[in-house]
């Protein structure tokens, strides 16, 4: 989503103004699960609307939107899912990142809604942003995990050959709710004793999850506040999509702790969306302003000022690489 994309015309403008149109053309369809009722044949749009129980008058023109996405395809008047559709976006799948967009919809979408008010007053407009106070709400956790699960499932495998895992005998996941990151390493890299260090409310989650990934005994869960308590020991701790959480003072304690818990030689990764230090790409900025919008004192950041976190806490050595196509990871050493 590069900025320097030419805006000469009215049209221009148009056309970019009505972009959260073509994100809710996309984000309903998750919400009604469209992708899943496509998977075994495609489908006239009299066939989608009695799937879905939908009125006649908007479904046709809303199919054929998605065909111009790319997620649907259209051949003698039925539908069907794209390869990408079919592949992260029917539910059940192994790739599926279709939570994201679900919590994407119920929450993301309206707070955008109000983003003056934000602007003007700094104040989050997501009634259910700290996931904190939220977790024992019934349905919250699990529609949660899903959009975790979503993240983390596309990172993992990119994490488990971004980082050489020879020298390591363990690996600890902060915030690492029900180990999904974690199950990926562990099975590239039948060496590692795997750990997620999360809040107590996850461990039943984490013990269901290990047992349906046959993942039972190969990592093991850790219960605690990383706040209020230490964390754990291993050779590596990963703090990904945690820091964005929380204000700088609370990041640099964080990072404090982590290197605390590390003995000589050990290592932290920190992969985030992190923003460029000159901006050139919208992306990464519209992530931040979805933390901005959704947390008390969230938002991206970038490589130099987490680096700068880690040399105050005593990190001596530390690189920065792309992890996947859209965050960064940054590789700390004590």
Request: negative net charge; hydrophobic residues 45%.
């Amino acid at each position: 989503m590069a900025t320097d994309a030419p805006i000469s015309t009215p049209a221009d403008i148009f056309r970019l103004a009505n972009m959260y149109a073509m994100s809710k053309v996309v984000l309903t369809a998750a919400e009604l699960d469209l992708f899943t009722a496509l998977k075994d044949t495609p489908a006239s749009a009299e066939e989608v609307r009695e799937r879905l129980g939908l009125h006649p008058r908007a479904t046709k023109q809303w199919l054929d939107a998605l065909v111009v996405t790319g997620l649907l395809q259209r051949e003698n008047g039925r539908y069907a899912n794209s390869p990408a559709a079919a592949r992260f976006l029917v539910r059940g799948a192994p790739a599926y990142v279709g939570g994201f967009l679900s919590r994407s919809g119920e929450m993301l979408y309206p707070a955008w809604g109000k983003f003056a008010d934000t602007l003007r007053t700094g104040a989050p407009q997501a009634n259910d942003g700290d996931f904190r106070l939220l977790l024992d709400k019934p349905g919250f956790l699990d529609r949660f995990l899903t959009m975790m699960d979503s993240l983390s499932g596309h990172l993992g495998p990119e994490l488990a050959k971004a980082y050489d895992w020879t020298a390591h005998d363990s690996v600890a996941d902060v915030g690492g709710a029900r180990g999904n990151l974690v199950s990926h390493l562990v099975k590239a890299h039948l060496h590692l004793k795997g750990m997620v260090f999360d809040l107590p409310q996850m461990e039943p989650k984490f013990d269901e999850h290990m047992a349906a990934l046959g993942l039972t005994g190969r990592a093991a869960f850790v219960p605690g506040d990383f706040f209020n308590d230490p964390m754990p020991q291993a050779d590596v701790l990963i703090m990904g999509h945690v820091l964005h959480d929380w204000s700088e003072e609370e990041r640099r304690m964080l990072v404090g702790k982590a290197y605390q818990a590390l003995a000589p030689g050990g290592v932290l990764l920190v992969y985030d969306r992190m923003i460029e230090e000159e901006p050139a790409d919208a992306e990464n900025l519209l992530v931040s302003l979805h933390m901005i919008l959704t947390t008390t004192d969230g938002t991206e950041y970038t490589p130099g000022e987490c680096q700068a976190w880690m040399r105050e806490a005593g990190f001596q050595d530390s690189s920065v690489q792309p992890l996947g196509p859209t965050d960064t990871l940054i590789i700390a050493t004590k």
